[in-house]
């Protein structure tokens, strides 16, 4: 694709990362769940392509969540277990995002989200303190493989965080530090890898200011939610972003 294309696909990507940026402002995550398959699926890109688009955003709005919500970094000590089977799970798998096709494990990744979210909803889930420390260590091994094979590393990571209890402002900062680290992983991955070129790079740039507004939009919006509607918001998304997965997946297979 040349700079000329991208640069006219870029009032439209404004639009669809401003929209990311608000579900992101919020839930406190999402935006690149939101982003990676409009873009793919609207500009038909490879999903390399549109992960690319969106690192400087994911930088750039969880830097700002982070800084926001600072004051509760106690919770890394709670958190530590997760974040680091993550991302060591993440670092070896990412190597294979090249080399493998995608569309399949996105279709049961997304299958997967939508029946365990629904069932969430329909009867919230609790973890107990004596069953942290597993689910911390077993959410964030499948995250970190998600996330090596699909670039979602979300999923059951923060489904297990909401579950696990944090109030509003600590979930953010929990929600935030995670993806925050991943993304890091995620930028090395593709970078060694050659998947994003300097024109993708500059993209990601432009589009971090779209991302950032919708952010501090959304964020205006959950300051008036109670603790019970924030949870359920949270949940919404990450079904939503499970069906975005599925429907990625379906059409890349059906494409390919």
Known sequence: MTFETLLSLLPWLALIFMASGMVKGISGFGMPFIAIPASTI??????????????????????????????????????????GVLLTTM?????LLSALNTHVLSMVLGGVMIISIAA??????????????????????????????????GFPSLQVLIAAGFHKTEFIFAASFVLFTGTI?????????GLVTRYDGLMSVLLFVPA???????????????????????????????????????????SA
């Open 120 to 153: 969430q909803l329909s009867k919230p889930l609790k973890v107990s303190p004596e069953r942290k420390t597993m689910l911390y260590i077993i959410s964030g091994f499948f995250s970190g493989l998600f996330g090596g094979l699909t670039s979602f590393f």
């Open 185 to 193: 992983v995620l930028a090395i991955g593709l970078g060694s890898q």
């Open 42 to 83: 609207l500009f038909n890109v490879p999903i390399t392509q549109a992960m690319g688009w969106v690192l400087a955003s994911g930088f750039a709005t969880n830097i700002v969540q982070l800084t926001q919500t600072r004051r509760q970094w106690r919770v890394l000590g709670q958190i530590w277990l997760l974040v």
């Open 91 to 95: 670092a070896m798998t990412v190597q």
């Open 212 to 254: 950032v507004l919708g952010m501090l939009i959304g964020q205006r919006l959950r300051d008036r939610m109670s603790p019970q509607v924030f949870a359920r918001v949270v949940l919404m998304v990450l079904l939503a972003t499970g069906a975005s997965m599925l429907i990625r997946g379906v059409v890349g297979w059906l």
